[in-house]
Nanobody, 130 residues
């Protein structure tokens, strides 16, 4: 049973940075998690869930990174802890980044679509004040 848990959210000022982390709390080391596409989505109040970034596993057995169009180089997704965690480093935060951030894991594509993911965390709140 995959149990995704996000951590690292909080309240910050505009221009600050945060690092979110996602791990499978149900397994210390998970082959599924290491080889799944793991993505971050976010949902602001009154808005639809939005793709933020994905770390994908491909046929070459390597990880690739993809980002939502709004990121403009401010966010970085990376695998950590020997692939057992996926971090999202967020820099130059603005109030528009305020949302609940969700981690998701799955094996289907397209990876930027929420319906491609079977496993979701509960979300972590990010609040950015001006």
């Amino acid at each position: 049973q995959v149990q995704l848990v996000e951590s690292g959210g909080g309240s910050v000022q505009a221009g600050d940075s945060l690092r979110l982390s996602c791990a499978d709390s149900g397994h210390t080391s998970s082959t599924y998690f290491k080889t799944a596409n793991v993505a971050w989505f976010r949902q602001a109040p009154g808005k639809e869930r939005e793709f933020v970034a994905a770390s994908t596993w491909d046929d070459r057995k390597t990880y690739s990174r993809y980002y939502g169009d709004f990121i403009s180089g401010r966010f970085t997704i990376s695998r950590a802890n020997a692939g057992n965690a996926v971090d999202l480093r967020m820099d130059s935060l603005t109030p528009e980044d305020t949302a609940v951030y969700y981690c998701a894991a799955g094996v289907r594509r397209p990876f930027e679509v929420a319906q491609s993911y079977d496993d979701w965390g509960q979300g972590t709140q990010v609040i950015v004040s001006s």
